[in-house]
């Protein structure tokens, strides 16, 4: 596993999760920025309360996806499992299953 579910990737350790660029959303990153999507979902945090996540998305695993969080302006870490509900792709304004995103995105 990358770490703990939502935990920001500052607290992670290990290489695999750090982005090589500045991730696209942040201010001063550049057009070549790793961003694979951008994506909204209800996510299911430690405490169980649910929270409206905009996360973009450059890299994820079976298990685990990571990106820049708009509404916490930090690099977070998310489980797939504490995602609840479908997922809104903004971009093309599809809502998807979040087994769909996850296939696609791995």
Do not use: N
């Not at 298990?63 to 916490?72: I, K």
């Not at 509900?85 to 998807?96: A, C, F, I, N, Y």
């Amino acid at each position: 596993p990358l770490g703990p579910q939502g935990a920001p990737l500052s607290a992670v350790a290990g290489p695999e999760v750090q982005p090589s660029k500045r991730c696209a959303a942040e201010p001063g990153a550049t057009a070549d920025s790793p961003v694979s999507f951008d994506m909204e979902f209800s996510h299911r945090g430690a405490d169980g309360q649910l929270t409206r996540e905009l996360v973009s998305v450059w890299v994820s695993d079976p298990e685990y996806f990571a990106g820049h969080c708009h509404l916490s302006h930090d690099h977070r870490l998310f489980a797939w499992d504490d995602v609840v509900g479908q997922v809104k792709l903004p971009d093309s304004g599809e809502l998807l299953e979040v087994e769909e995103i996850r296939r696609r995105s791995v």
